[in-house]
C-alpha cells in the first residue's frame, strides 16, 4: 500500500499596503504537491501552519501569534546582526553600498533576532532606481524562498553572531531633496525613491515641490 506524504501548510503573510511582492506569488503556486499555498494580511487569522513567510512586515508580531504555527519566517535585507529593523535595504543604499546581503531567519519576539536558515547576496550596480531593485530583490527572495522549501523539513539554522545595528522606519519626511545640495550628492536618496508612495520633493520660498525620477528610454 502507498501512503499519502504529508502536505504541508504555508501562508504568506503580506500588509495590505506594503504589498509590492505580491505578484511575484503565483511562482510558488506552480511548484510540487508538497505543499498548501495561501495568503493573508493579517497575522491574526493565520494559524496552525507548518510555515508563514512574513514578507514585508512593518510591524512587530507578538509572542502569542508567532507560537500559533510551526515555524515564522522572515526576509530581510541586510548581513544580520546588521541593520536590523526598518527599511534595511534603503538606509545601506544611502550609505553608498550596492553589495548587501538577504537573510531568511527565524521570526521571534525580539526585533529581527532568530536564527538564519539562508543568506544570499543581493548586488547593485549603483545605477538601479527603486523599481529594479525591488524586482533583483523580489527575484532573489524567490530563489531563497524555492531553496527553503525544497530542503524542507530537512533544514538546518546557525545563529548571528556579531554587533547588532538598528535602523528606524523611513517616512515620507526622508524623501525630501535639498536645495543647496549638488543631484550627485543627493542621487542616492533619489534612487531609493517611490514615485506613488513617497516620492521626492523639495521646499522652496514657501512652497512644496514634488519630483519624480525615471530612466529615460
Not at 500500500?1 to 511575484?24: A, C, G, H, Q
Not at 493573508?40 to 507578538?62: C, P, W
Not at 525591488?134 to 538546518?156: C, D, G, S
Not at 538598528?166 to 533619489?190: A, G, P
Request: charged fraction near 30%; include cysteine.
Amino acid at each position: 500500500m502507498i501512503l499519502n506524504k504529508k502536505k504541508y501548510r504555508v501562508t504568506f503573510l503580506i500588509e495590505k499596503n506594503n504589498d509590492w511582492f505580491s505578484r511575484y506569488l503565483k511562482t510558488f503556486w506552480k511548484r510540487n504537491k508538497k505543499y498548501f499555498f495561501k495568503v493573508s494580511s493579517n497575522i491574526k487569522n493565520v494559524s496552525n501552519q507548518d510555515i508563514v513567510f512574513i514578507l514585508n512586515n512593518t510591524k512587530i508580531i507578538s509572542k502569542k501569534n508567532l507560537l500559533k504555527n510551526k515555524l515564522n519566517l522572515v526576509l530581510h535585507s541586510s548581513d544580520l546582526p546588521k541593520d536590523k529593523g526598518g527599511a534595511p535595504l534603503h538606509w545601506q543604499i544611502l550609505r553608498g553600498k550596492n553589495k548587501l546581503s538577504l537573510c531568511l531567519f527565524e521570526a521571534k519576539e525580539k526585533l529581527d533576532s532568530g536564527n538564519i536558515y539562508v543568506k544570499e547576496r543581493l548586488v547593485f550596480n549603483g545605477s538601479e532606481l527603486y523599481d529594479e531593485m525591488r524586482e533583483k530583490q523580489a527575484q532573489k527572495m524567490i530563489l531563497i524562498i524555492n531553496r527553503f522549501l525544497t530542503k524542507y523539513p530537512n533544514v538546518k539554522s546557525y545563529k548571528q553572531k556579531g554587533k547588532s545595528t538598528f535602523n528606524r522606519l523611513r517616512n515620507t519626511r526622508d524623501s525630501e531633496l535639498k536645495i543647496f545640495k549638488t543631484i550627485k550628492d543627493q542621487f542616492n536618496l533619489m534612487r531609493i525613491s517611490d514615485n506613488s508612495k513617497y516620492p521626492l520633493f523639495f521646499k522652496y520660498k514657501k512652497n512644496k515641490y514634488i519630483l519624480k525620477i525615471f530612466k529615460a528610454d
